[in-house]
């Protein structure tokens, strides 16, 4: 029997799965666990499941210990992850890619149709009890049919958010280091989807959707010069990870009126948002939502938990990073 760190309270079908094998550490309580605490909690560990609020470095696998053989992080993104910490020490590590695809897409889609339509704008006039009235020209907002949806990132997520937008009339380009292999845009017409450059795609695009990694070539991808480049009357939409985008020219952009919106899920500083933002009421925030349904989260508790069983049994691991 091996010991397995969980750091943060997952889903029962995770630990479940790793208690019927192993002996299970894990943190327990409502808040999540401080940098203290979990360098103590892993000391000893042969696995680890960690959360995104987990940074993995070298200090932390150091208080694991050189036993450590595996890092299953609960998330498709692994920025907080240091991966050649990682193989310097000989342990693998892993995500949780695909089993949060829809879910997450169905936050980018609500993110565009909430800004572009201007829901949450509407439902704090009605939550604040402000006088309202039906009128023709009363909140009117972008519809989306015929629109440009202009996706930076044509992954998995990417390809979910494209099939949502093909579905409303949207017409769909993408940037991408490479051509979309034809399985992940398969059930699309044929030519609805157009691989162009970043800067080609920033000027045609109605919405602007992150879908990109985040690597040090993905910091501030959007910045200043990117937010001058897009239609006075388009919208970004980030549901992927917050210093994709340089926040402070965001605002600025917004104050500017260089852009008409913003629809934003992850930020620079989480859970710090920029003041800047908080004062628009062309931007709708929410709380990184991305994969926040209970069938996701179970789903990636579990990926998490089969990774980490595979690893101890000697077997290759189900969603390795590298
Ligand atoms: C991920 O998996 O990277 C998401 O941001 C977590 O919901």
Redesign the pocket.
């Known amino acids: 029997m091996a010991l397995v760190v969980v750091t943060n309270r997952i889903p029962a079908e995770g630990l479940e799965a790793l208690r019927a094998e192993h002996e299970v550490r894990a943190w327990e309580h409502e808040e999540c666990i401080s940098r203290a605490d979990c360098l103590r909690l892993v000391a000893g560990a042969d696995a680890v499941v960690t959360l995104?609020t987990e940074k993995v470095d070298g200090e932390f696998l150091d208080a694991a210990g050189p036993q450590l053989q595996v890092v299953a992080?609960?998330?498709?993104?692994?920025n907080n992850i240091d991966v050649a910490a990682c193989q310097a020490r000989g342990v693998i590590a892993t995500?949780?890619p695909k089993v949060?695809t829809e879910t997450?897409a169905d936050t980018a889609f609500g993110l565009m149709l909430m800004v572009t339509r201007r829901f949450g704008e509407g439902e704090r006039i009605i939550r604040s009890q402000t006088p309202w009235q039906w009128g023709m020209f009363y909140l009117l907002g972008m519809g989306l049919q015929g629109k440009t949806l202009g996706i930076v990132g044509m992954g998995q997520i990417g390809a979910a958010m494209a099939r949502r937008a093909v579905a409303f009339g949207m017409d769909i380009v993408y940037s991408d280091e490479h051509e979309a292999p034809a399985e992940l845009l398969a059930g699309m017409p044929s030519g609805a989807v157009r691989r162009m450059s970043f800067d080609e795609l920033l000027r045609v695009s109605d919405v602007v959707s992150l879908h990109c990694p985040y690597l040090p070539s993905t910091h501030h991808l959007m910045g200043a010069e990117q937010f001058a480049a897009m239609k006075r009357t388009a919208y970004v939409v980030n549901?992927?990870?917050g210093p994709i985008i340089d926040e402070a020219a965001l605002v600025a952009a917004l104050q500017a009126g260089e852009i008409a919106g913003a629809g934003l899920d992850?930020f620079e500083q989480e859970p710090t948002v920029h003041p800047g933002l908080l004062a628009m009421d062309n931007v709708v925030l929410l709380p990184?939502?991305?994969?926040?349904t209970t069938e996701t989260r179970a789903a990636?508790a579990r990926l998490a938990a089969d990774n980490v069983l595979a690893v101890l049994r000697g077997e290759r691991p189900i969603t390795p990073i590298t």
């Open positions: 995104l992080n609960v998330a498709v993104g692994y995500n949780t949060l997450t549901s992927a990870r992850v990184h939502l991305g994969s926040a990636m």
